[in-house]
C-alpha cells in the first residue's frame, strides 16, 4: 500500500474483498472490477471489463491478436451463465525473489496503461458494454 501510495496510484480497499481496487482503471467505461491482490509469491492484477454479448464471437476470433499486441497482459473471455460475458486482463509479478519500489512502481504503472489502452480500443471497436445515451426520436415527416 505505501508503494501505490509513494507512485501516486490512487487506490481503494473494499468491505467485499482483500484486493486493492485501482481508481483509475475503475473509472472507466465498461470495467467492472480492477484489483492487485497481494500472495505470497507474486501480486496478480487483474481487470474485469463488461462485453456486449453480440460482440463475443468477434472478440473471441480477436484474442489471439489482442494478445499478441498486449505481451505483458494476459487476456480471456470468462462467460458465466448467469452473467453478461467478460474479459479478463491480468499481469502476474513474481515477489518471492524480491523486488524493489521503483521495480513495482514501474510494473504496475506499464499494466495499467498497456490496460487502460486495450480498454480504448474495445470501445473503439464496438466490444464494450455501457449504457447508451437516450437518443431522441427522430420525427418523420
Known amino acids: 500500500m505505501r508503494w501505490l501510495v509513494a507512485g501516486h496510484i490512487d487506490h481503494y480497499i473494499c468491505e467485499n474483498c482483500h484486493g486493492i481496487h485501482l481508481a483509475e482503471l475503475q473509472g472507466l467505461d465498461g470495467v467492472l472490477e480492477s484489483r492487485l491482490f497481494v500472495e505470497h509469491e507474486g501480486a496478480i492484477l487483474t481487470t474485469e471489463v463488461e462485453i456486449r454479448p453480440t460482440a463475443l464471437l468477434t472478440l473471441m476470433a480477436e484474442l489471439g491478436r489482442l494478445n499478441?499486441?498486449?505481451p505483458s497482459l494476459k487476456i480471456f473471455v470468462d462467460i458465466v451463465d448467469d452473467n453478461l460475458p467478460r474479459l479478463i486482463v491480468a499481469d502476474y509479478l513474481h515477489t518471492q525473489a524480491g523486488m524493489e519500489?521503483?521495480?513495482?512502481?514501474w510494473i504496475v504503472q506499464q499494466t495499467m496503461m498497456a490496460t487502460?489502452?486495450?480498454v480504448q480500443e474495445l470501445d473503439e471497436l464496438g466490444y464494450l458494454m455501457q449504457d447508451e445515451p437516450q437518443k431522441m426520436p427522430a420525427a418523420v415527416h
Do not use: E, P
Open 68 to 70: 499478441m499486441n498486449y
Open 101 to 105: 519500489q521503483h521495480q513495482f512502481q
Open 116 to 118: 487502460h489502452q486495450l
